[in-house]
């Protein structure tokens, strides 16, 4: 099972690794901007799952606020060297 | 300003209008060279004195909230300073160039390319892997030892300037890091060759 899970994930990872090949340098770039665009779409539709009756601008402060605590997290875990 | 996309190149025109010494430098370096990963942020290593700070912020529209408590780096006696991009929202942290040896080195070194449809300059993919593999050594992040295999992985085992990158991984103690991280890109090249 775990040779498998091992197998699976290296196919995985492998199939990433085409599939960038295949972008150019400028769509590599503008994928990573863009794929954060794309989670925090998905967060506010959680937002607002979470909070049916907030404003739009409230689902954006809580937002910012879940990557302020995030933000918060990653240095605290990892304090810069 | 709607995205992190349009934050950058704002900031970009900005500095080459000024016409001031930089390098976008983080993840927009690594997923330019290696397999992208999604970005909340853009890093840029500035080589400017305090005045120029002032009329690079001058330059920027009013959706850049510029960090009034500029950050000072106690190990590398730099300054560091936080743009915030509220709407998106997007981070642009940008850090003086420091006298560390490799800092020096991959400023001197950084090339000239065409980002998001304008001239920029952006670090070689060799010291995005050392630096990346730098700090994935002191602060344990998983994520930049994951971005210098995937640089390695798309640039190809045969194209990267390995004696350039031992030298400085023998510098920082990260030799042993860096031999699993060819371990893990093998794959990848062995692709390569299968094809």
Redesign the interface.
């Known amino acids: 099972m775990q040779e498998a899970i091992a197998r699976d994930a290296?196919f995985a990872?492998?199939a990433?690794?085409?599939?960038?090949?295949r972008?150019t340098?400028?769509e590599?770039?503008?994928?990573?901007?863009?794929?954060?665009?794309?989670?925090?779409g998905r967060m506010k539709e959680g937002l607002r799952d979470e909070q049916p009756s907030a404003t739009e601008e409230e689902i954006?402060r809580m937002?910012?606020q879940r990557?302020a605590r995030l933000k918060k997290l990653e240095t605290t875990r990892?304090?810069?060297? | 300003m709607k995205?992190?996309?349009e934050a950058?190149a704002v900031l970009l025109d900005a500095l080459n209008e000024l016409g001031f010494d930089y390098m976008v430098d983080g993840?927009?370096s690594s997923?330019?060279?290696?397999?992208?990963?999604?970005?909340?942020d853009?890093d840029f290593v500035l080589r400017i004195v305090a005045a120029d700070r002032q009329r690079l912020f001058a330059r920027l529209p009013d959706a850049f909230k510029v960090d009034p408590q500029v950050s000072f780096?106690m190990?590398t006696g730099t300054w560091r300073q936080i743009i915030q991009v509220?709407e998106?929202?997007?981070l642009i942290e940008l850090f003086e160039l420091s006298s560390d040896p490799h800092d020096q080195s991959r400023f001197f070194r950084r090339r000239k390319?065409?980002?998001?449809?304008r001239e920029s300059w952006l670090p070689t993919p060799e010291d995005v892997i050392v630096q990346k593999l730098r700090?994935s050594h002191?602060?344990?992040?998983s994520k930049d030892f994951d971005d210098a295999v995937?640089v390695m992985?798309?640039q190809g085992e045969t194209e990267l300037d390995w004696p350039y990158i031992e030298k400085w991984c023998a510098e920082h103690g990260t030799l042993e890091v860096l031999a699993e991280a060819k371990a893990e890109a093998a794959?990848?090249w062995e692709?390569d060759e299968a094809d």
């Open positions: 290296r990872d492998l990433k690794v085409r599939q960038a090949r972008m340098a400028e590599r770039v503008l994928a990573g901007p863009r794929l954060f665009a794309g989670v925090c954006h937002l910012l990557f990892h304090p810069i060297p | 995205t992190g996309e950058v993840s927009f997923n330019r060279y290696g397999v992208p990963r999604a970005t909340k853009a780096e190990v509220p998106i929202p997007f390319l065409t980002l998001m449809s700090w002191g602060a344990k992040r995937s992985a798309i794959p990848a692709d």
